[in-house]
């Protein structure tokens, strides 16, 4: 019998593996792909990363020792995963983006500067700001490169004992007071503790008994049209706060692709299997109309485009915890289009809480909070 079984072994998944495995349990990796690949919501070159959390300050403690342990994983994989290029949170003053920036970094002592347009125009010259917008610009942000950073966390878990089954997935799972059963389409497995990390797979493996929901999401990259060293010296990542609309985000094209960019949230809704992963005109004309205004500079014909999925809860806010009606199963779900900046944290903790500790504050993202249907075993 194994001491944990983990289910999902993308951003989440392979972190609680590999913490787990470094602390000498016996773990059991499963996924029903094999990672990293670009099915789910752990792929697509970049993922922005950043301090000043507008979401809820709550998240700042849990993001400083995610750099730490970031930068620990780059030295013990002997890759470069992180890098700062600093970032740009846009909006006008009243906004959730940048009021809940500054009061994040005021309320955590960190460090920022507030733009106005003409210095965002100095700074940054490739933005066009409204004349009634600011910038919240934070040194420390920078741009995470998940395929490597997945494939890291995998083989490092390996290293330190963690067997992982690729290709196999889960049909069902069974837990008892003190034990859990899972059934995949190759055999069945017992362990002590179960870890639920499937990603966009979670609510059919937890039956509806959460209110998630998938989003399909749609990355685009462009080049820029005209002065290219606008866009390839200096360029922040950026959060476009629209009021009522998707934000508009964008990551420097540091893997040679071009500027990437996108609408955080507005998704179609749906099953994980069934989501189209064709892109449309639908996906890209919206993009072009915001580029031609907010950055005029950039080819507005995308030269790549992907699709991935975002696992929505109501508030937004992650599920990490353990399973309201079964203790010796642990949630890490829900992570609504912000998680992958966390994995190596939520995998520290997962592991914490596993062996009966809590050195994180994670009340938060209690599952407890929801409680959507009658439950499952």
Known sequence: ????????????????????????????????????????????????????????PAYVPLLLRAYELW??????????????????????????IVAGSTESARRHGLSYRMLSPEDVGRWFPAFRLEPHEVAVYEEAAGVLF????????????????????????????????????????????????LVLAAGAWNPKLLGGFFPMEVERQVSLWFRPAERPDWFEENFPVFIWDRGDEPALYGLPGLNGEGIKVGLHHGGQ??????????????????????????????????????????????????????????????????????????????????ADLVEGKERRDLALFNPGRFRAGQGRS
């Open 269 to 350: 809704l749906g099953d994980p299997d069934r989501l189209p992963r064709e892109i449309t005109p639908d996906d890209i004309e919206p993009v072009q109309r915001l580029l031609a205004r907010r950055l005029p500079l950039l080819d507005p014909e995308p030269r790549r485009a992907a699709v991935c999925l975002y696992t929505n809860t109501p508030d937004l806010h992650f599920l990490v915890g353990p399973h309201p009606d079964h203790p010796a199963v642990l949630l890490a779900a829900g992570f609504s289009g912000h998680g992958f900046k966390f994995c190596p944290v939520i995998g520290e903790a997962v």
């Open 146 to 193: 998940p395929e490597k950073a997945v494939a890291a966390h995998l083989r490092l878990a390996r290293a330190a004992g963690a067997e992982l089954r690729l290709n196999e997935p889960v049909e069902s799972w069974v837990a008892g007071p003190s034990s859990v059963s899972v059934r995949t389409t190759a055999g069945r497995y017992q362990a002590e503790r």
């Open 71 to 96: 930068e620990a994983l780059a030295r013990d994989a002997g890759e470069t995963l992180l890098v700062k290029t600093g970032g740009l949170m846009i909006g006008t003053p009243d906004s959730a």
């Open 1 to 56: 019998m194994y001491d944990v079984i983990v289910v999902g072994l993308g951003g989440m998944g392979g972190a609680i593996a590999y913490h787990l495995a470094r602390r000498g349990r016996r773990v059991l990796g499963l996924d029903r792909l094999a990672p990293p690949h670009d099915a789910g919501s752990s792929h697509g070159m970049s993922r922005i990363i950043r301090q000043a959390y507008f979401e809820d």
